[in-house]
């Protein structure tokens, strides 16, 4: 065990923790699993919660204050957001190419839709309670949520975190600004907390194959209720549809990604593949592109060979604004319960669904669920009936999990282009891919 790849070991955790799950199913072990297992897959999330905020902010300032004129970094900005919105139109637009052509919402029974609308109507008011907040909002409230009224305000909730990469970006930026003289120490202060942070990561990683152990395996006991045959009717009734998002997502994977890639670096997909594996299995596991982020980032510059100019930039900024995976979903989601109901939805319309998906997996938080509370703002653009979403509850969670692990290697393939197009994208090489 001790000499295998970081990723073999993960892999072996989430099998192990899959077949446990199915087990304590089997023989009536769920409350055991809740009680013993589960709290070590939170702690685990926790972990990589704890250090998301320092890492970003330490590496961020390191990596603004490393650039030689500020110019750079509007460069580097504009680059990355007009790269993050491509992806997103083309995902949504993949999404909705499949969507139409399998039409899963047209095999969809009305018993099931009323059934469902029934079974899932509490949770889902909560949905569009949360989507009617971000709704209810002006036009600007998005520049004005980036802009905080106190950084230790905004360092306590990961939610904030473009109002942390701001400050950093600010203080940074008057680092660059301020002759050397002045900022040798603070330079070097956060050059210090940057290392030390990337230890943490490192030693959080080696926990790795147990927390998602325990994650996969709480997670199959929650899902199924205590019976395994919920889910396989669950999957039945909306299997269609949930190929339809898994074709896509496979679309963005396999070949979305190896094409820009191949279009903009010298990087081999293979390697990109292998390197950024953990991170794909995290964000599996954990459901959420903020809890996966330090990982991201440290795969990216270690393993990827992005330097920590750009991966502290383009990462932190991607795990918050960028998700090809959410805006895929959410266009495939829309369209499947339109044709649910027997609605046909015409070009405009459709058009509009490209438009409200992409700024909604914009406005998405990086955390489980966030793209089906969106989802209500794209239903309601198109003017449908949100409580469409009561269809696709069940395997909504499930969904989730694929879902980011695109976000991330959407969020890893852009890091990896802009390194290439600023020359700061080292060649990788056995032993980066090894470990
Ligand atoms: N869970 C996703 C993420 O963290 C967001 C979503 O689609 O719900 O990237």
Redesign the pocket.
């Known amino acids: 065990m001790k000499n295998l790849a970081l990723h073999w070991k993960i892999i072996i955790g989430m099998t192990l923790g899959v077949v446990f799950g199915l087990l304590a199913i089997t023989i009536g072990w769920d409350q055991f699993t809740s009680d013993w297992i589960k709290p070590f897959g939170t702690i685990f999330i926790n972990l990589l919660k704890l250090i998301a905020v320092p890492l970003v902010f330490a590496s961020l300032i390191k990596g603004v204050a490393s650039l030689s004129d500020i110019s750079k970094l509007s460069r580097i900005g504009s680059k990355t957001i007009a790269l993050y919105l491509t992806s997103t139109v083309i995902a949504v637009t993949i999404g909705l190419l499949i969507v139409n052509t399998i039409q899963p919402g047209k095999y969809f029974s009305e018993e099931k839709r009323i059934e469902f609308k029934e079974k899932f109507a509490t949770k889902t008011e909560a949905k569009m309670e949360a989507a009617a907040q971000v709704n209810d909002q002006g036009p600007l409230q998005f520049m004005v949520d980036i802009v905080p009224q106190n950084f230790l305000n905004a360092a306590t909730d990961n939610s904030n975190m473009l109002q942390v990469i701001f400050f950093a970006i600010l203080f940074g930026m008057a680092m660059i600004m301020l002759p050397d003289e002045k900022t040798v120490y603070v330079k070097g202060f956060f050059d210090g907390v940057n290392d030390v942070i990337l230890q943490i990561v490192d030693m959080i990683m080696t926990m790795a194959p147990y927390g998602v152990f325990a994650l996969l395996a709480s997670l199959m006991v929650d899902f199924s209720d205590g019976d395994i045959r919920n889910v396989l009717e669950l999957f039945s009734a909306l299997g269609l549809y949930s190929l339809a998002v898994i074709i896509g997502l496979l679309t963005m994977i396999f070949v979305v990604y190896p094409i820009i890639l191949r279009l903009f670096t010298k990087m081999n997909y293979f390697d990109f593949f292998k390197g950024i594996l953990p991170a794909q299995m995290l964000?599996f596991s954990?459901?959420?592109?903020?809890?996966?982020l330090p990982v991201t980032m440290e795969r990216c510059e270690d393993h990827l060979g992005v330097s920590e100019e750009i991966s502290s930039f383009v990462l932190p900024l991607g795990?918050t604004i960028n998700?090809d995976?959410?805006s895929l979903?959410?266009a495939v989601a829309a369209v499947f319960i339109a044709q649910a109901f027997g609605i046909d939805l015409d070009l405009t319309q459709q058009l509009t669904i490209v438009l409200t998906a992409t700024l909604a997996?914009i406005g998405?938080?990086?955390?489980?669920?966030?793209?089906?509370?969106?989802l209500v703002i794209v239903l309601g653009a198109v003017g449908m009936d949100p409580e469409g979403v009561a269809l696709i509850f069940a395997v909504?969670r499930i969904l989730?999990?694929l879902?980011?692990v695109v976000?991330?290697t959407g969020d890893a393939t852009v890091a990896t282009v802009i390194a290439s197009s600023e020359g700061q994208l080292r060649p990788v090489s056995e032993k980066d891919l090894m470990s």
Do not use: E, K
């Not at 954990?286 to 996966?292: D, E, F, L, N």
């Not at 938080?365 to 089906?372: D, E, I």
């Open positions: 964000a954990t459901s959420s592109s903020a809890a996966t795990a998700m995976g959410t979903y959410q997996s998405a938080a990086a955390v489980p669920g966030a793209g089906l509370v969106m909504d989730d999990m879902r980011t976000n991330v």
